[in-house]
């Protein structure tokens, strides 16, 4: 069924004029990119089976590609998900595949559910203006609206509050103020610490640092190590043993959709590969990383073996 879903989600995508592509074994599934709008989709049945070490990697790939990540899934371990509502999963929305279809239609008014209840957003500014305004204490209006002085001092805090709620403050004060929810602005925390016990990656790293480049690890993507200097990015997989084909197709075909640069790095070719390039991505040595003076001179080593 998974394999169904991802199968509609592709076509859905593809029909909005989205260019997309395909991954498998990695953080997301889906890479959906239109004119500069970059989306990384995860799909899943049971969403409970996301680990944080991927979602640190979801993250973390969507901080540094400018993307939104979603998760597409049916199920948690004890409930289904909800047409209509938008749920979280170490910090990135989820959706059901209905909903995210919807989205792109632009014809769903989405509901944040939390615990079993369905929450919304609202502009909790705006609510203070008129509490104070109409000279409510916060435990004024709680009683007023049958609610916890908890429960409201928090909604004014973060902006999400239950939907049934809500609808008493605005019938009481005869006002407007939901916000739409919109996945594909989702606030996002993420952690960009880079934490590496291999010694080639740390050797990769130390040598791309000299040289200007600042460095992202990743666990569960195409590229193990992004480089990012002020105009481009660069897709490093360090290898440590024979470069797989699948390994080629998915950091090719990530790069060629991105349009970035992309390398093998290994320790030497003789253990590994004997060619300048497999498939379209070049191969380099960590030998050769660390000979390199400039971001310039290392950009010009993968271009040279690129094609």
């Not at 916890?148 to 609808?167: F, H, M, N, R």
């Not at 291999?198 to 791309?208: F, L, R």
Request: charged content about 35%; overall charge positive.
């Amino acid at each position: 069924m998974q394999a169904w879903v991802i199968e509609r989600i592709v076509e859905k995508l593809s029909g909005k004029g989205y260019e997309v592509a395909l991954f498998s074994r990695n953080c997301f599934d889906i890479v959906a990119k239109k004119r500069g709008s970059v989306l990384l989709v995860k799909v899943l049945l049971n969403v409970d089976s996301f680990h944080a070490d991927q979602g640190n990697d979801l993250k973390k790939m969507a901080e540094v590609f400018s993307a939104s990540p979603v998760i597409i899934g049916i199920r948690g371990r004890n409930f289904v998900l909800k047409e209509g509502s938008v749920y979280e999963r170490f910090g990135i929305p989820v959706v059901h595949p209905n909903t995210f279809e919807e989205i792109l239609d632009g014809h769903v008014s989405l509901a944040y559910s939390r615990k079993g209840s369905n929450m919304v957003k609202f502009d909790c500014d705006k609510l203070k203006i008129l509490r104070k305004k109409d000279e409510y204490s916060l435990q004024q209006l709680s009683d007023e609206i049958g609610t916890s002085k908890k429960t409201l001092y928090l909604a004014e805090k973060y902006g999400t509050i239950s939907d049934v709620i809500l609808k008493t403050i605005e019938d009481l004060f005869r006002v407007d103020l939901r916000k739409n929810i919109d996945i594909f602005e989702w606030d996002v925390d993420v952690d960009l610490k880079s934490e590496v016990k291999d010694s080639i990656e740390k050797s990769i790293m130390v040598n791309t640092k000299r040289v200007g480049f600042t460095n992202f690890t990743f666990k569960n993507a195409p590229a193990n190590l992004v480089l990012r200097d002020p105009s481009e990015l660069v897709l490093l997989d360090v290898m440590k043993s024979r470069i797989s084909r699948k390994h080629a197709d998915d950091l090719k075909r990530f790069g060629d959709l991105m349009h970035d640069p992309k390398a093998f790095v290994v320790e030497t070719k003789k253990t590994i590969v004997r060619k300048n390039n497999i498939d379209g991505v070049a191969v380099i040595t960590s030998e050769e990383v660390r000979k390199v003076r400039s971001r310039k001179e290392m950009l010009d080593l993968i271009d040279d073996r690129e094609d």
